[in-house]
């Protein structure tokens, strides 16, 4: 299997939204973002399937190594060797992909953020910077549309902790802020023993608010002349925001069961910012 064989196979084996934003692109950026998704499944695949802290620390220790020796011309995964060859057309950086990895250190330390500010910082270094990257990757003429990428990476994300609530208490992990769990009353143990309340359902309408708002706010800092170029981001921007409505409409029951949109809609969606040009 080639190194091109083996980030395709990561992406598409993926199942995420990311990947039908990619179907679009020309094969150039396409084998970019790719191969740049494909490092973010590697380091988050180490979290997400740890079942030793030491072992996951140890593996994240090994991608920080991998990533210095491959901007120095040495290497030796195959998600590197894919994506070395191309870093210098898209301007991908060796802090990029470390900040990524640091990012993914702070679930083996932290499973709690005191507040929002707190989580911001965490939401910079695992959605961000990626958006950050995905822009360069995109194309774009406009130092805004970088802040523009960084704002919609932290509405992804934030998306993302509104659906896996269920999911990541199950890991000891709860990433909605602990005061605002306290402003609106709802117990820690609540959210681990998947308790549904009145109150947890006001706490969520809170998140799904302030996603909302910075959709809206990624949006309107994008500039005119580089929303063609970004259309894949506009797709994902479609795809989350619409799974955020679903789960809206769902009432927030997202303790039990991880809400999802079929693959055909988000394939709808992503074409419909093709060949529309609106979300």
């Not at 790719?34 to 991608?63: H, I, N, P, Q």
């Not at 499973?111 to 990626?130: K, M």
């Not at 005061?179 to 969520?204: C, D, G, W």
Request: proline share 5%; charged share 20%; with cysteine.
């Amino acid at each position: 299997m080639t190194p091109q064989d083996y980030v395709q196979k990561k992406a598409a084996a993926s199942g995420s939204s990311f990947y039908y934003a990619f179907l679009f692109l020309p094969p150039s950026r396409r084998a970019a973002i790719t191969a740049f998704y494909a490092f973010c499944r590697e380091v988050d695949d180490v979290v997400d399937d740890m079942v030793d802290a030491g072992v996951a620390s140890a593996k994240l220790a090994w991608w920080q190594s991998e990533v210095a020796q491959s901007f120095a011309g040495k290497p030796s995964h195959p998600v590197m060797q894919a994506l070395m060859p191309l870093v210098a057309d898209f301007h991908m950086e060796q802090r990029h992909l470390q900040a990524v990895i640091e990012g993914c250190q702070m679930d083996l330390t932290q499973t709690r953020y005191l507040d929002y500010p707190g989580l911001q910082r965490y939401c910079h270094l695992v959605a961000g910077v990626v958006g950050e990257v995905a822009a360069n990757i995109f194309g774009h003429t406009q130092p805004q549309t970088l802040d523009y990428a960084h704002k919609l990476g932290q509405a992804l994300q934030l998306t993302n902790i509104i659906r896996d609530v269920g999911e990541d208490a199950l890991r000891g992990r709860i990433y909605l802020p602990v005061n605002e769990l306290q402003q609106f009353e709802v117990k820690a143990h609540e959210i681990l023993k998947r308790e549904y309340s009145p109150r947890f359902t006001a706490l969520m309408q809170f998140q799904a608010r302030r996603a909302q708002s910075l959709y809206d706010e990624a949006l309107a800092l994008l500039p005119a002349a580089d929303r063609r170029a970004q259309k894949p981001g506009l797709m994902m921007a479609s795809i989350y925001r619409n799974l955020l409505s679903e789960i809206e409409r769902d009432n927030f029951q997202v303790l039990h069961q991880r809400i999802s949109l079929t693959p055909l809609r988000k394939l709808w969606l992503a074409w419909k910012v093709q060949a529309l040009g609106r979300l």
